[in-house]
């Protein structure tokens, strides 16, 4: 018997969807995070208002002072759509999944100094209820925010923060054990230096204005808390103790690089599509800074000592310098 191969080209009867190609201009190749986000959001045929809120449609773009004339414009530069985002995030796991391995098999927690292990426990370990709270937020931006150009990658936002709280966890389990958990939490109840983050994240939890979270949690909180504590504490560990510590939160410094791209870019195009949306986010901006400042001194202060007060104005000057180029001023 004789099989004769050969390759037919089929030409597909349209290239993507109606509303995708009604933003490409015509019926034109689109790629997966176009096709998973572009006016995906639902604008009609709700039926009912919420009962609980019936002041606004179940999806509301007057539940934002934020006013925008198309809310896709909004991109992330990322290009997360879920295949990608999964893809992303378990190149992170796997770095992380090694390290956590290495540091076990190897030993190295046995030779980590006693007052930076102990350093690492009482700093990293509480800040699992931070993570947490910034997942409650990301969702609450999800459920209440329009457009899925900004609630599908907060939704991406929030399982990321699940993510790290779990390995924070774990962080105490290796250094620790389950004791320190318990005494995390405790800390992060009772302890006085804690008590000012810890009104800030159960303060946000009850703000209504959906994008008013995005600059408190993603722009602001996360914007300062990361470079003070998983960069600058994080390099004074290494310094007193090898880099054992910054391989346990490798994740967390490596996905806030990831983040800020995404909550840059969304800045910058709420701030410049008028100048009351430049107002609005400047504002904002510049009273949460004022609290997370206030609510990480004491941390930072209780992490370097004398070094805090140089740290945290370093830390605030690109924090500045960052906002500018987004086109908010802080």
């Known amino acids: 018997m004789q099989i004769d191969l050969r390759t037919v080209s089929i030409t597909p009867l349209r290239q993507t969807f109606d509303n995708v190609a009604k933003r490409l201009g015509g019926d034109k190749p689109a790629s997966r995070y176009q096709e998973g986000t572009w006016d995906v959001q639902a604008r009609a045929n709700y039926h009912y208002r919420p009962t609980w809120d019936p002041a606004h449609k179940m999806f509301d773009e007057s539940r ?8 896709y414009s909004f991109k992330d530069p990322r290009q997360f759509y879920y295949g ?5 995030r378990a190149r992170l796991q796997e770095t992380a999944e090694a390290d956590f ?14 007052t930076i292990r102990k350093l690492a426990l009482e700093l990293y370990v509480p800040l699992r209820h931070v993570e947490w709270g910034a997942n ?3 969702a609450s931006i999800c459920a209440y925010g329009f457009g899925t150009a900004v609630t599908a990658p907060a939704q991406f936002q929030a399982m990321d923060r699940l993510g790290s709280a779990q390995y924070l966890s774990r962080v105490g389990l290796l250094l620790g054990s389950q004791d320190d958990l318990v005494a995390a939490k405790e800390a992060w109840l009772n302890d006085a230096k804690w008590q000012d983050l810890r009104r800030y994240v159960e303060d946000s939890f009850v703000v209504q204005d959906w994008f008013e979270l995005y600059v408190a949690q993603n722009l602001v909180l996360d914007g300062l808390m990361y470079p003070l504590l998983f960069r600058r504490v994080d390099d ?11 391989m346990l939160t490798r994740f967390q410094a490596e996905w806030f690089v990831d983040s800020s791209k995404w ?6 195009t709420a701030a410049t599509e008028s100048a009351e949306n430049k107002a609005q986010l400047e504002a904002w901006a510049t009273a949460y800074a004022a609290r997370a400042v206030k609510a990480l001194t004491p941390l930072v202060t209780h992490a370097l000592g004398d070094a805090a007060a140089g740290a945290i104005d370093e830390a605030m000057t690109q924090f500045k310098a960052r906002c500018a180029k987004a086109g908010v001023s802080v």
């Open 101 to 114: 391995d290495f540091v076990e098999q190897r030993g190295l927690v046995a030779n980590l100094p006693a």
């Open 263 to 268: 909550v840059d870019a969304t800045m910058k």
């Open 64 to 71: 934002t002072a934020i006013k925008m004339k198309d809310w």
């Open 236 to 246: 004074f560990m290494t310094s007193q103790a090898g880099p054992v510590v910054a």
């Open 84 to 88: 990608s985002w999964t893809q992303s």
């Open 136 to 138: 409650m937020n990301n």
